[in-house]
Structures are given as structure tokens and as C-alpha cells.
């Protein structure tokens, strides 16, 4: 389509466009959106929406590194960094909503994102205020109570002794009175 301008007239382009002039030309180009490592990067790839914590770019390649990604609701992470992708055009920074469902894929295999260090680290599930959680007692006894966020939840807690499942840290229960049972001093 040529459009033809004279002098003084205005074009409004849109807000995730930007003019380039070039041979006295302008096109209309959709903006390339510059990453930051860390950033969470939502992008269609065979038409699947795919997410990632975006780490660099190379050059050269035009290779995308990341710290974890998720194609297709499969969670790829990549904790030293390495792997890549190529993403395409419609690359933008993923949604709140984007971003905890691969926060989630990845607390499903026991890992997390640490914003302020940019690096994959193990994941330590905490109770939300009013969720059910388990302790081990001073006899052993797997005990459930609700997490109300006080001080005797934290130091539970913070102690390692705060387990989602009875299962698990019935496990943990009986892995401490065996190692206990067969001490010599």
C-alpha cells in the first residue's frame, strides 16, 4: 500500500511498532523487544505458547539461552544455562499468569527461580496461611496442624521439619528413629 504525504502530515503508528525511514521510505516494522536476563519471555513456537526465564542472546547465532523453559507444558530446564531456543516475532514478556505456570512446572521437579541470584535453585515447599502441613514430633510421630505463619510454624520450617504429605515426612520419621536406634557413642 503507498500512502502518499506531504509535508506537515502526521501518521499515528502503533504502540508496538516503530518507522523506519530509509531512501526516504517509511515502514512500519514490529518493535523488536529487548530481554533482560531473568526476564520471563512468553513466545509461540508451532503453535505452541511457550515460556521462558530468559538468560542471553548470541549474536552471531541469534540463539536465546535460557535458565528453564517450558514447551508445550513440558518443563526443560537448563540450570547451568547452556540450552537455547529460537523464538520468533511475537516474543513478548510472559503474564503473572504465564509466569507462575512455569514457576509451578518447575516446583513439580523440585526446583525454583531465584530472582535476585538469576539462577535455578532446589525448590522448599512453604504451607500458605490456613494449608494443612506435617511435623515430626519429639517421639516421632507424624503430626498434621494448619499454618498460621507463626513462630512455631517457622521454626518448623526453617528447621526442615515442615513436609506436604504424612507420607513424606513419615519417611523422615522413620529414617530418624533407625538412624537414632543404631547410634554408638
Not at 114 to 120: S, T, V
Request: charged share 35%; hydrophobic share 30%; glycine share 4%.
Amino acid at each position: 500500500m503507498e500512502l502518499k504525504l506531504n509535508s506537515g502530515d502526521t501518521i499515528t503508528i502503533p504502540d508496538d511498532c516503530r518507522a523506519v525511514i530509509k531512501d526516504k521510505i517509511i515502514t512500519v516494522e514490529k518493535e523488536v523487544q529487548e530481554f533482560k536476563d531473568g526476564d520471563f519471555v512468553s513466545f509461540n513456537e508451532f503453535g505452541y505458547r511457550c515460556l521462558m526465564i530468559y538468560k542471553s542472546t548470541e549474536e552471531a547465532s541469534n540463539a536465546n539461552y535460557y535458565h528453564a523453559a517450558m514447551y508445550n507444558r513440558h518443563c526443560k530446564k537448563s540450570v547451568v544455562g547452556y540450552d537455547y531456543w529460537s523464538f520468533c516475532n511475537d516474543s513478548r514478556i510472559a503474564t503473572e499468569e504465564e509466569k507462575q505456570v512455569l514457576l509451578d512446572a518447575l516446583h513439580a521437579e523440585g526446583k525454583d527461580w531465584d530472582a535476585d541470584k538469576r539462577e535455578i535453585v532446589d525448590y522448599k515447599w512453604k504451607p500458605k496461611v490456613g494449608e494443612t502441613y506435617y511435623y515430626i514430633d519429639c517421639f516421632f510421630n507424624v503430626v498434621d496442624d494448619h499454618w498460621s505463619d507463626g513462630r512455631l510454624d517457622n521454626s518448623a520450617y526453617n528447621n526442615g521439619n515442615c513436609f506436604k504429605t504424612e507420607e513424606e515426612a513419615q519417611k523422615y520419621a522413620d529414617k530418624f528413629s533407625e538412624i537414632l536406634k543404631d547410634r554408638k557413642l
